[in-house]
């Protein structure tokens, strides 16, 4: 098959987001971007930067592992290496690709490397707080090497409200899964090593 340029890739995304409103794209980052973040996430969890998630916002916020039990650092900007800095280019680029082709108004990218713990998921839910609407599109960009099926850890994407129709999504190294926040519950399924990933969201102002 024919390679895809940078460019035709990014507007493949969009031309996906219009039809169906998600998409799943291999080989976003290629091997040594996706290897290099990698490090960059096992060094600060070797550190003891990561931080156990909360769920909800404000004053609703809380730890509660039997719905989430990741890990997370959220990214800093100007990023703090290399590799990060191209991953948030990446990104910017996929921004102003879908706001010239959708009109979507996305304003910026909030990000947060993640880890799952073997054994650790995150039950079915919505990327949209409550009271606040501002995130438009949920990215996540895996970081692991070799997965394999037998390993569990999909990303269950629920293309319906009753669950009937679902994709799931391994966590293959360099794979991107893109889906509009308010529209597509979903939930992380337990996997039987350690799950890394970027997870980031474009929002609006
Ligand atoms: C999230 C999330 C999905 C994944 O962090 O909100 O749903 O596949 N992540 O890691
Ligand atoms: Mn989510």
């Avoid at 291999?26 to 996430?41: H, I, N, V, Y």
């Avoid at 082709?101 to 650790?120: D, I, K, M, N, V």
């Avoid at 707080?129 to 599109?137: A, F, T």
């Avoid at 390993?151 to 409200?161: A, F, N």
Wanted: hydrophobic share 40%; charged share 30%; aromatic share 10%.
């Amino acid at each position: 098959m024919a390679a895809f340029s940078e460019l035709e890739n990014l507007e493949r995304i969009a031309d996906s987001l219009a039809l169906q409103g998600w998409m799943v794209v291999d080989d976003f980052f290629d091997f040594e971007l996706t290897a290099a973040l990698r490090r960059d996430c096992q060094m600060s969890s070797a550190q003891g930067d990561l931080r156990e998630a909360a769920v909800g916002g404000g004053e609703r916020r809380q730890i509660r592992t039997e719905v989430r039990g990741d890990e997370i650092l959220w990214m800093q900007q100007p990023a703090s290496s290399e590799p990060q800095r191209v991953c948030q280019d990446r990104f910017e680029q996929l921004r102003l690709t879908l706001n010239r082709a959708l009109q979507l108004g996305l304003f910026e990218f909030e990000s947060h490397f993640a880890r799952y713990p073997a054994g650790t998921f995150y039950a079915r839910h919505i990327d949209q707080l409550r009271d606040d609407g501002h995130r438009k599109l949920s990215c996540v960009l895996y970081l692991n090497e070799s997965w394999q099926p037998e390993e569990g850890g999909e990303l269950r994407l629920y293309l319906d409200g009753d669950g009937v129709e679902s994709e799931y999504v391994l966590p293959e190294g360099g794979r991107l899964v893109v889906f509009l926040s308010g529209r597509f519950a979903h939930e992380v399924l337990p996997a039987t090593r350690e799950r890394i990933s970027i997870t980031g969201w474009f929002r609006t102002r």
